[in-house]
Nanobody
């Protein structure tokens, strides 16, 4: 198991910023691709951003390109999602996920471990 603990969610106004963190307790984190997904009320879970195990390759949903940045610090077993220029449409529960392969994927079913999620609310 690779327990994942998210933090950093909260309430922010339109145009504001938040940084989410995803901490893993297992050192095997450095071998895994990581991703962030989100799920808004009444909607399906959607891919937000992914990063490969070494941190050199990233992918983003079109809706967040240019506003969100995914990164990781393998020395700290932690992945991050820096969110800027937030919009009410970004309101959702954000979850991090780990995949037991070095390359990330946009498909949720390709991930093996999930965090409990953290709420992000953007007020208009």
């Amino acid at each position: 198991q690779v327990p994942l603990i998210e933090s950093g969610g909260g309430l922010v106004q339109t145009g504001g910023s938040l940084r989410l963190s995803c901490a893993a307790s297992d050192r095997s984190f450095i071998l895994y691709a990581m991703a962030w997904f989100r799920q808004a009320p009444g909607k399906e879970r959607e891919f937000v951003a992914g990063i490969n195990s070494r941190g050199g390759v990233t992918h983003y949903a079109d809706s967040v390109k240019g506003r969100f940045i995914i990164s990781r610090d393998n020395a700290k077993n932690t992945a991050y999602l820096q969110m800027s220029t937030l919009e009410p449409g970004d309101t959702a529960v954000y979850s991090c996920a780990a995949r037991r392969l070095p390359s990330s994927s946009t498909a949720a079913e390709h991930y093996d471990y999930w965090g409990q999620g953290t709420q992000v609310t953007v007020s208009s």
